[in-house]
């Protein structure tokens, strides 16, 4: 039987994390990390005013990098045997985002979903 692995990525205030993990038995693959070079560099923070900041290209940068680290520690047989990916967070968006501008829900009933809202002049919101 062919094995299956997922990938595990957690976002920090300051790094993103990656693990690749053997699905059947738990045993660890790959750990990766990546700090926010922006952060890092403390852009956007004044620390003298109590003003952290980030920025959201620290994040979507340090996510292709430390993926990218991650699976290149793996080898073509773990990569072709990925079956998962799963986010943790917590800053308040921990939903992947649809190509319809709203965040996936978790269930039917619980839609935040405006599948007008790429139509509308921007700031307009929908009429109730």
């Not at 939903?95 to 405006?114: F, H, K, Y």
Request: overall charge neutral; some cysteine; aromatic content about 8%.
């Amino acid at each position: 039987m062919e094995e299956n692995y997922v990938i595990g990525v957690d976002f920090g205030s300051d790094s993103v994390r990656c693990l690749v993990v053997n699905a059947d038995d738990g045993c660890e693959i790959a750990s990766t990390v990546e700090y926010y070079p922006r952060w890092a560099s403390g852009k956007y923070c004044d620390p003298a005013t109590n003003r952290y900041r980030q920025h959201p290209l620290d994040y979507l940068e340090s996510l292709e990098t430390v993926i990218r680290k991650a699976l290149a520690e793996c080898g073509h047989h773990v990569v072709s045997r990925i079956r998962a990916i799963s986010f943790d967070t917590t800053a308040s968006t921990d939903r992947p985002l649809r190509d319809t501008s709203c965040t996936a829900p978790p269930t039917r009933r619980e839609s935040r979903c405006d599948v007008h809202a790429l139509e509308r002049p921007l700031g307009r919101s929908r009429s109730r």
